[in-house]
Structures are given as structure tokens and as C-alpha cells.
């Protein structure tokens, strides 16, 4: 049983609280494969706000704050990776390095029998 992509398009998840008709186009807009948490993140944001019905406004707010700490907790793990590695200086490598040239062969020696090649 194949699901149409027009079904998909317009699939909204259950949900617990009161939507309004703008905040469910706008999560229509959402792609389906991600819809139903980020219903879930919105209702979860409502819940904590005590906020019984979810507007275009409230879904705008939880949008924001949402990615504003998605920013900040990428802010602090760029901070963290930057301070170890101030406190640590890094260590001088000594590289050896090796001259192929002694590789290169004859191209006679190509032609040689099998033979020979292996004496």
C-alpha cells in the first residue's frame, strides 16, 4: 500500500494541545520526515510556557529559542575545543623523508625474460 506525497504533504501528527489554522499550515511547510518532532518540541515548548493554544506566535518563540540554544551549545563546544589546545603546545614533529629515486629503473629492464628478472 504505496502513501500518496499529497498525503505526506498534508500529514499532521497528533497532537495534545489546541493548534490554530496559521501555526498548522506553517508546520505543513515543515518537511514530513521531521513534522511530527518538531510538533512534539513546539507542544513541549507550549506545555512549559503555559500556553494552551498554539499560535503562529508561540510557534514563532519556540522556533527562536530553539535555535538560539542550538547556537550557543555550538558557541560553547567551539570554546572548548579552542581552550585545550591553547593550554597544550603542540609538540614539534620530526618528519623523515625518503627519496624514491633509487625505485627508478632501467626501462631495458623491462624487456628482459622473466628469467633474468628474478636472478
Keep these: 500500500m504505496a502513501v500518496d506525497s499529497k498525503e505526506l504533504e498534508d500529514f499532521m501528527p497528533n497532537t495534545e494541545l489546541e493548534w490554530s489554522d496559521t501555526a498548522v499550515a506553517r508546520m505543513k511547510n515543515v518537511p514530513f520526515f521531521v513534522r511530527k518532532s518538531v510538533v512534539r518540541g513546539i507542544e513541549q515548548y507550549a506545555k512549559d510556557k503555559g500556553v494552551s493554544l498554539i499560535d503562529d506566535d508561540v510557534v514563532s518563540r519556540a522556533r527562536q529559542e530553539r535555535e538560539g540554544g542550538a547556537i550557543e551549545e555550538a558557541r560553547k563546544k567551539k570554546a572548548a575545543k579552542v581552550e585545550p589546545q591553547a593550554a597544550v603546545p603542540e609538540e614539534e614533529i620530526k618528519r623523515q623523508f625518503?627519496?624514491?629515486?633509487?625505485?627508478?629503473?632501467d626501462p631495458s629492464f623491462r624487456r628482459l625474460p622473466k628469467e633474468r628478472k628474478e636472478a
Excluded: Q, T
Excluded at 625518503?98 to 629503473?105: E, P, Q, R
Design 98 to 105: 625518503v627519496n624514491f629515486a633509487f625505485y627508478k629503473l
